[in-house]
């Protein structure tokens, strides 16, 4: 199993462009999740998906949109990247059935937009 | 609103020695999960414990154990005989109606431990 994997590690974006973070996972989680987590901050939920086709917003969703038309993929797309929007982004999974509480987390993507 | 407060955003402890972490928690929703995670300075989130609302006896796992007072809404986290390996930011957080999401995290802000030789 890899996990939770997330692509790329590390971006630099001019402010207004445009792009997509991939997560993806091999565990058949079906509840994912995106956080972002500025510094000295805790990490905060962005958007999350409870199965394939099922999205809502998180606590802090401007400026972000995701999708979900596999269990496996939730891709979070910058529609026109901004200076806030400089973070690290987290994809998290989890199962829903069978008890499970684990989030399991990707290693991260660093965006910078300048 | 869920919130989580934890008010040491740093320590320094001595190589050996026990380590509690502070963590308060807010909520109305009585059902609820209570978490702590390790972010080393290489940046992952590693789980470490987890302790849920109901539970009748406190979380424990290998050297760390949740501190669960629920009438305080406390849920410190201690680790026991500290090593250099320790040294590391650590999270609170809590599972819940997070913003209006569903089982969404809310982290605190975080405690930056550091384990002297």
């Known amino acids: 199993n890899a996990g939770v994997t997330q692509t790329p590690k590390f971006q630099v974006l001019k402010t207004g462009q445009s792009m997509t973070l991939q997560c993806a996972q091999d565990m058949n989680h079906e509840y994912m999740s995106w956080y972002r987590q500025d510094p000295g901050m805790g990490l905060r939920l962005i958007h999350y998906?409870?199965?394939?086709?099922?999205?809502d917003q998180g606590e802090v969703p401007n400026g972000y949109n995701v999708s979900r038309s596999t269990t496996e993929d939730f891709p979070l797309r910058l529609l026109s990247a901004a200076p806030s929007q400089t973070s690290v982004y987290f994809c998290a999974s989890r199962p829903t059935s069978g008890g499970g509480y684990e989030q399991y987390f990707g290693p991260g993507t660093r965006l910078t937009v300048t | 609103a869920q919130k989580i407060t934890q008010t040491q955003p740093g320590m320094f402890v001595q190589e050996k020695e026990a380590v509690t972490l502070d963590c308060t928690y807010d909520?109305?929703?009585?059902?609820?999960?209570l978490f702590w995670y390790k972010q080393p300075s290489s940046g992952e989130m590693i789980f470490l414990i987890y302790?849920?609302?109901?539970?009748?006896q406190n979380a424990t796992e290998g050297r760390y154990s949740l501190n669960f007072q629920k009438a305080r809404k406390s849920a410190n986290l201690v680790i026991s005989a500290s090593q250099l390996g320790d040294s590391a930011m650590y999270f609170c957080?809590?599972?819940?109606?997070?913003?209006?999401?569903?089982?969404?995290?809310?982290f605190g802000k975080g405690t930056h431990l550091i384990i002297q030789p």
């Open positions: 909520t109305s929703d009585p059902s609820y999960g």
């Open positions: 957080a809590m599972k819940g109606r997070s913003g209006g999401g569903a089982d969404g995290l809310t």
């Open positions: 302790q849920g609302s109901y539970d009748q």
């Open positions: 998906s409870v199965g394939a086709g099922i999205t």
